[in-house]
């Protein structure tokens, strides 16, 4: 097999060379000329350059690895492919297609590359019987023609809408609605998260769609892709997730496995670049996910979009889910000025956060924040199926933090 391909927005910038454990990015000279020398486009932890640097390389892996999901899609992928988990450039090869933002990676010696993305047009109950088949089939790939990979660990496929209805994508045409069925394990998180995005564009975080819609009698969260857009070139939008800008891997996501990324340092991404519009949004991000009860927002449910210009920006919310009723250690997954007790964070910390980040409006940004929070629980229904107790929650968290006591108080 050759070496893999990296194109963005239609363009070659580079190429994976050498196997899962010692590959590396050959950046091509053309690109750097393109997007200029030392240009982020491609990702702000792997520069454009003509000679890598070679302390970096772990960084440069990191960034490809993490295309890839997590826990049991990426066993379902991998056995599909016969290929071992860790084998990075093997699974790329055969799902690097249609990814996280704009990037398609191929093989060029596999027959018939490059290929010809195309639909296949679905009926409700495909659709119906790709969301009971998510467990044996991820992301909705049927091989050798599905192509696609995305981070997460939740059960999802990803689907075309066009005027004619509902698509599955193959051989690289990009998805433009990611679907989640019910969870066997946590039966109202679906509708939990359709709840807990309305929040999210209450505030202003989010513009894109997410609702939940019956396919011949099987429910499913459908959520409009924020990396897709039909006047994009090709379809798509560069993202790229904080676990990559961090070098982070896998569980480390999370602040207590190795430390390597916390609020402080993903704010610093957008206050070294003078983006005051990214550092308020993702601050409003923090406060809304406190006061809804959104304990996962790691650093792989972050993440900044790249310009065709090379600037970056905060990316709009998603998986903004709603889950302190769960069971679980109730801690928050960045801490919020040193404190990861969800129950225990307060209005005042999350100023002192917001403050730490240069923000000297944090105050005035998180009452205007919460004000919008309850206002909306006050008038908004969640859906019958959601946790029973769920917008009384949200009420009383927001209500906590803005008479200045802890979100958790009775």
């Not at 790939?141 to 999802?156: A, E, F, I, M």
């Not at 991000?285 to 065709?308: E, F, P, Q, T, W």
């Not at 302190?324 to 801490?335: C, G, K, N, R, T």
Request: net charge negative.
């Amino acid at each position: 097999m050759a070496d893999l391909v990296v194109e963005l927005h239609g363009t070659r910038v580079g190429t994976l060379i050498g196997t899962w454990r010692t590959f590396d990015i050959r950046i091509d000279p053309a690109a750097v000329l393109k997007f200029g020398i030392d240009s982020l486009i491609l990702s702000v932890a792997i520069p454009l350059t003509a000679v890598p640097v070679t302390a970096r390389k772990a960084r440069r892996q990191n960034f490809f690895r993490e295309l890839l999901p997590e826990g049991r899609m990426l066993s379902r992928l991998a056995q599909e492919a016969g290929l071992e988990e860790h084998d990075v450039i093997g699974l790329l090869r055969n799902f690097g297609r249609d990814v996280a933002g704009a990037l398609q990676i191929w093989d060029p010696d596999v027959p018939g590359e490059p290929k010809r993305p195309a639909l296949e047009q679905l009926t409700m109950a495909g659709v119906a019987t790709m969301l009971e088949e998510v467990r044996q089939n991820p992301l909705g790939n049927k091989l050798p023609r599905g192509k696609t990979s995305l981070p997460g660990v939740q059960d999802k496929i990803v689907l075309a809408r066009t005027k004619d209805g509902w698509n599955r994508v193959v051989d690289g045409w990009p998805s433009t609605h990611i679907l989640k069925p019910e969870s066997r394990d946590h039966p109202t998180m679906i509708y939990d998260e359709e709840y807990g995005a309305r929040f999210a564009q209450a505030v202003g975080l989010t513009t894109f769609s997410t609702w939940i819609e019956e396919f011949d009698g099987v429910p499913a969260v459908v959520i409009e892709r924020y990396d897709r857009a039909p006047d994009a070139p090709e379809g798509r939008i560069h993202q790229e997730d904080f676990n990559q800008v961090l070098g982070a891997a896998g569980v480390q996501k999370y602040q207590k496995h190795g430390g390597r990324v916390s609020l402080e340092r993903v704010a610093l991404v957008f206050s070294s670049s003078g983006d005051r519009d990214s550092l308020e949004h993702l601050f409003r991000l923090v406060v809304v996910s406190v006061a809804v009860g959104n304990l996962d927002l790691h650093a792989k449910n972050i993440s900044l979009l790249h310009r065709l210009d090379g600037s970056i920006v905060l990316a709009p919310a998603y998986d903004v889910v709603p889950q302190a009723h769960e069971a679980s250690d109730q801690e928050v997954a960045l801490a919020v000025a040193g404190e990861y007790r969800h129950a225990a964070i307060t209005r005042d910390l999350l100023i002192t956060e917001g403050n730490a980040w240069g923000l000297s409006e944090a105050a005035d940004l998180a009452e205007d924040t919460l004000l919008s929070v309850l206002e909306l629980a006050r008038v908004a229904v969640p859906h019958e199926r959601a946790h029973p107790g769920l917008r009384d929650d949200i009420v009383r968290f927001t209500s906590n933090l803005l008479r200045g006591r802890a979100v958790g108080d009775s």
